[in-house]
Nanobody
Framework: QVQLVESGGGLVRGGDSLRLSCQAS????????VAWFRQAPGKEREFVAA????????SVNDSLKDRVTISRDYVRSQVFLQMNNLKPEDTAVYYC??????????????????WGQGTQVTVSS
């Protein structure tokens, strides 16, 4: 099991940017796919973006493509989620997850094996 730690959440204003980080406890994502999901109060957990660690290939939820980028620091084994022009509807707990058999196109939460505790992002209007 991979222990994941998210960081970078907080309270921001609409229009601001934020960068979330995901760190694996053993400092390696090996051949996994790493993804970000988010869950707003009373809503289902939603796919945000994914990155295939070996190839570096990425995918982003179509509804967020103009505002969200996923990237990595290969040396430090970190995955980042850059979010720009934040809106109140982006308010949610953001989770990092790894999937041993998932591809960068995997958007179903059931395809991911290990999850972090989440980091809260709150966007005020």
């Amino acid at each position: 099991q991979v222990q994941l730690v998210e960081s970078g959440g907080g309270l921001v204003r609409g229009g601001d940017s934020l960068r979330l980080s995901c760190q694996a406890s053993d400092r390696t994502f090996t051949e996994y796919t790493v993804a970000w999901f988010r869950q707003a109060p009373g809503k289902e957990r939603e796919f945000v973006a994914a990155l295939a660690w070996t190839s570096g290939g990425t995918s982003v939820n179509d509804s967020l493509k103009d505002r969200v980028t996923i990237s990595r620091d290969y040396v430090r084994s970190q995955v980042f989620l850059q979010m720009n022009n934040l809106k109140p509807e982006d308010t949610a707990v953001y989770y990092c997850a790894v999937g041993r058999r998932a591809s960068m196109w995997s958007q179903d939460r059931d395809e991911y094996d290990d999850w972090g505790q989440g980091t809260q992002v709150t966007v005020s209007s």
